[in-house]
């Protein structure tokens, strides 16, 4: 997917409150989130394991270096993500990294807190 440069540039400025309103009203428009994987999903170690998520392909594949380096933006459905990766998330006791840079760590969320705000931006779309 061609994304225009400037495009990337002015969201991953933007804060992370402000991304994680532009992550949520993304993926409520295309029903797909992105992480990154190989082998595995990607994680980060915080207090908890935390999994990124991005809002589009280009964002995740910015993000594949250094820790993540070789893994390759996936698309997962937003229906089979609220449905099965958020139980799974809980159970395994893991949080949400929501749309982390190359220069900014994103917002931690739980999986509930997630969900409950995907739940609320996807009702505005019908």
Not at 97 to 122: C, V, Y
Request: charged share 25%.
């Amino acid at each position: 997917m061609n994304v225009h440069p400037n495009k990337i540039q002015n969201v991953i400025f933007l804060t992370k409150e402000a991304r994680y309103d532009y992550f949520l009203r993304k993926i409520a428009d295309s029903m797909c989130l992105w992480g990154l994987f190989k082998e595995g999903w990607a994680t980060s170690k915080g207090s908890s394991i935390l999994i990124p998520f991005w809002p589009e392909e280009c964002f995740a594949n910015i993000c594949a270096t250094d820790e993540w380096g070789g893994l390759s933006a996936e698309c997962i459905d937003t229906e089979k993500f609220l449905n099965a990766w958020i139980p799974g998330m809980e159970r395994d006791k893991r949080k949400c990294l929501i749309f982390p840079t190359p220069t900014d760590d994103g917002l931690i969320k739980s999986p509930q807190a997630l969900k409950l705000d995907l739940i609320n931006e996807i009702s505005q779309y019908k």
